[in-house]
């Protein structure tokens, strides 16, 4: 395992400035000490609360930006839906909502998965959205409780330090 360290005085600056600043600290820490990037073999140096946190990351950028369909087309479906991200977040974190989004999301990849992730220029791509409203509902559902679960995370992260990062 990997040392994940954040400094006290940084988590208390990000904790005074919102739930947001507060898990990127421990998202930042992470990713520095794994060199920048998720990877199979930097995956196993982390604990399964360090990659769900990871993972929620790479959900929420891609979500956030473009949708579900976004996160699938540049090939993060896998790692998002085949992982036990959804697992992790149910019975872990007690994030029960935002298992079952994604739980309805991995459907929607099993079925689409082929179409999506093909390469396509720009307005392939764009044309994406219109072809899949399936989607729609998904995304919509995540940009609403989107600050809801970043304060969930925050807490559960403020309640269990321990399993992100050493405090110094």
Sequence with gaps: MIEVTVKDATLQQAALEGMD???????????????????SENMSELNN?????????????????????????????????????AKALNKMWGMRELSKLIYEGHTLWLKYRDEIEKECNEEEFMALFEKFPEFDDLDDKFIENEEEWTDDIAHYIDDNLEKFAKIV
């Design 49 to 85: 609360d360090q990659i769900t946190l990871l993972a929620w990351d790479i959900l929420h950028d891609e979500v956030m930006d473009g949708g579900f369909v976004q996160l699938i087309h540049n090939g993060l479906g896998e790692f998002i839906f085949k992982n036990p991200f």
């Design 21 to 39: 600043a507060f898990v990127k600290v421990f998202i930042d820490a992470i990713k520095s000490a794994i060199g920048g990037e998720l990877t």
